[in-house]
């Protein structure tokens, strides 16, 4: 699992390579800052252990599923595609705090953590239905749009970690 997210991050670096202007010869290097980061995936937010070790169990389970998702779609196994994108949609969500909730886990989780999950469980099912239509570009688009909202969560949240090595 670990090399998917590993695959995952080398991808993420490719926008933030892009945008490096060249520099005028001459002029030393900018010092080092925060690596640069596309606005679109957000900035990254640090969430509690207490989050990540219950998040963890789920994603490993979403890190193998996307393997074979990602065989699925790329071998046109339609029936294989349908049941897994099905089983991530129906996937009981974290559920947002309630006002006065002293449910640790979902008050420690920040407002984007919840609208991610949410396209997850949309781009889910338009994944399934792509699979369903027979239609094969859609297919290949839909694949793309929910493997972007796997990155953009890890982007927000996932990269404090992995800076920590
Ligand atoms: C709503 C946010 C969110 C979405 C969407 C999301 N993840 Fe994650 N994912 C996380 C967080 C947070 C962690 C870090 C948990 C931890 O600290 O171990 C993580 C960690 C992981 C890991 C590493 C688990 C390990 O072995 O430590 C894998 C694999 C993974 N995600 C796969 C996926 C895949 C595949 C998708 C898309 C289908 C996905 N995730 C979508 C938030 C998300």
Same mark, same amino acid.
């Given at each position: 699992m670990r090399l998917l997210v590993t695959g995952m991050l080398v991808l993420l670096s490719f926008p933030a390579l892009a945008d490096e202007k060249p520099r005028a010869p001459g002029r030393a290097a900018p010092?080092?800052?925060?690596p640069a980061r596309d @606005?679109?995936?957000?900035r990254p937010d640090y969430l509690s252990d207490l989050a990540r070790q219950i998040l963890r169990r789920r994603m490993e389970r979403h890190g193998r599923d996307m393997l074979h998702l990602m065989s699925g779609v790329v071998l046109l196994r339609r029936d294989v595609v349908r049941t897994l994108a099905q089983e991530l949609a129906k996937e009981p969500r974290i559920t947002r705090p309630l006002p006065?909730?002293? @449910?640790e886990l979902n008050a420690a989780l920040p407002e984007r953590f919840f609208v991610l999950q949410d396209e997850l469980r949309e781009r889910a099912k338009g994944l399934d239905e792509a699979a369903k239509n027979g239609n094969d570009a859609a297919l290949a688009e839909s694949f793309g749009r929910l493997t972007q909202t796997c990155v953009s969560c890890h982007s927000a949240f996932l990269a404090p970690k992995t800076t920590e090595k």
């Amino acid at each position: 699992m670990r090399l998917l997210v590993t695959g995952m991050l080398v991808l993420l670096s490719f926008p933030a390579l892009a945008d490096e202007k060249p520099r005028a010869p001459g002029r030393a290097a900018p010092a080092a800052k925060e690596p640069a980061r596309d @606005d679109a995936l957000g900035r990254p937010d640090y969430l509690s252990d207490l989050a990540r070790q219950i998040l963890r169990r789920r994603m490993e389970r979403h890190g193998r599923d996307m393997l074979h998702l990602m065989s699925g779609v790329v071998l046109l196994r339609r029936d294989v595609v349908r049941t897994l994108a099905q089983e991530l949609a129906k996937e009981p969500r974290i559920t947002r705090p309630l006002p006065d909730s002293r @449910d640790e886990l979902n008050a420690a989780l920040p407002e984007r953590f919840f609208v991610l999950q949410d396209e997850l469980r949309e781009r889910a099912k338009g994944l399934d239905e792509a699979a369903k239509n027979g239609n094969d570009a859609a297919l290949a688009e839909s694949f793309g749009r929910l493997t972007q909202t796997c990155v953009s969560c890890h982007s927000a949240f996932l990269a404090p970690k992995t800076t920590e090595k």
